[in-house]
C-alpha cells in the first residue's frame, strides 16, 4: 500500500479543482509526519528495509488516517470550536492508528 496520493486526497475532500494543490501536499505531508511521530514509527510505502526494526508499511487504516487528518486540516485551518468549547479531530482518527503505535518504556 502507498502513501495517499494528491488526487485521492481531493477525492476523499471532494474537491475538483487544481488550484490548492500545492497546499494539498503540505497537508498530506504534515499527516504523514504527524502520525509517524504519534506512532514511534517511520511510514514507508513498499517495504520496511532491514535497519528500521520498528518502521511499518502503510496500510489501509494508515492511508484512510492520513486522508482524515489531511482533509481536517484543509476544512478547518484554524482551531476547531463547538459551543466555545475545543474540538478534537474524530475518534475514528485514533482508532485507525493506535493498533500501530509503539508506546516507549
Do not use: C, F
Not at 488550484?19 to 499527516?31: F, H, R, V
Not at 514511534?40 to 526494526?53: E, M
Not at 487528518?69 to 479531530?89: F, K, M
Amino acid at each position: 500500500m502507498a502513501l495517499p496520493t494528491i488526487e485521492e486526497l481531493k477525492t476523499h475532500i471532494n474537491l475538483d479543482h487544481d488550484e490548492d494543490n500545492a497546499l494539498l501536499a503540505t497537508y498530506a505531508n504534515a499527516a504523514k509526519t504527524t502520525i509517524e511521530s504519534h506512532l514511534n514509527r517511520k511510514l514507508y510505502n513498499d517495504s520496511v528495509p532491514d535497519s528500521d526494526s520498528n518502521g511499518i508499511v502503510v496500510n489501509d487504516a494508515i492511508k484512510v488516517a492520513i486522508l482524515m487528518l489531511a482533509g481536517h486540516w484543509y476544512d478547518n485551518r484554524e482551531a476547531v470550536t463547538i459551543n466555545g468549547n475545543a474540538s478534537v479531530l474524530p475518534l475514528a482518527y485514533q482508532m485507525l492508528i493506535n493498533p500501530y503505535r509503539i508506546i516507549p518504556i
